[in-house]
């Protein structure tokens, strides 16, 4: 799958990814470092790719603004909860595809995962 990782989200959470063989672009590195998180939605829908991040603010966003996206996974993890957030993370990798996640915003914390169809998405907005 093709990511796009937010400023807050874990380096440990971002060679996880890659070492599954995901293609995981850095927000630092696409130069977004300073980005507000609608200019990450923009890039993440643009360059189609599923925009990882820790920032509830997307939620926001996506639910109450219905900002256009390819898709959002919120990870509901600290250092205490790594290991368990990684699992459920590759549980719902392994378990849905790509583009079963497009247009979703899909929350993950340990032992679980939601995933949830925004306004947005289904309307055309």
Known sequence: MRFLTDQDVYQCTIDYLCALGHDVLRAK?????????EELLRYAYR???LLITRDKG???LVFLVHRQHSGVILLRIDPLTVD??????R???EEHTEIELRNRFVVVE????????????????
């Open 110 to 125: 340990p032992g679980r995962h939601r995933i949830r169809i925004s306004r947005s998405a289904t309307s055309g907005d």
């Open 29 to 37: 590195d696409a130069g977004l470092a300073r980005a507000s998180d």
């Open 47 to 49: 360059e189609q790719r």
């Open 84 to 89: 368990a957030v990684h699992q459920e993370l």
């Open 91 to 93: 549980r719902l990798l």
């Open 58 to 60: 997307f939620g926001a």
